[in-house]
């Protein structure tokens, strides 16, 4: 079945940097949109980057334009996020997902078919 399994997530201090991984199984991301969302308590779930792998298309929501960095390896089946600059802000249980549709726009949770069981981020000093 497909699945997308997540690691990486922990504590880091304000300012500073932390990968994302999640594994793809049971397909491959190419022809597939991935986008990466979080949800942080008492907030509702917001994309932060999505792409497209077949083109390199990539979109980014304002608040971390310029810190998060979404990307894949195509031998590893993986994506993965790059976040640098880390803010408090940014607490969340990061979540990634992928759909072979999209219909609006990639940053839209509710276009997903694929989700990832969610990795927590803290960012505290």
């Known amino acids: 079945q497909e699945q997308l399994v997540e690691s990486g997530g922990g504590v880091v201090q304000p300012g500073g940097s932390l990968r994302l991984s999640c594994a793809a199984s049971?397909?491959?991301?190419?022809?597939?949109?991935i986008g990466w969302f979080r949800q942080a308590p008492g907030k509702e779930r917001e994309g932060v980057v999505c792409?497209?792998?077949?083109?390199?298309?990539?979109d980014a929501a304002d608040s971390v334009k310029g810190r998060f960095t979404i990307s894949r390896d195509n031998a590893k089946n993986t994506v993965y996020l790059q976040m640098s600059s880390l803010k408090p802000d940014d607490t969340a249980v990061y979540y990634c997902?992928?759909?072979?549709?999209?219909?609006?726009?990639?940053?839209?949770?509710?276009?997903?078919?694929?989700w990832g069981q969610g990795t927590q981020v803290t960012v505290s000093s």
């Open positions: 997902a992928t759909t072979r549709y999209m219909f609006t726009h990639c940053r839209r949770a509710l276009e997903y078919d694929t």
């Open positions: 792409m497209k792998s077949s083109d390199g298309y990539t």
């Open positions: 049971g397909f491959t991301l190419d022809d597939h949109y």
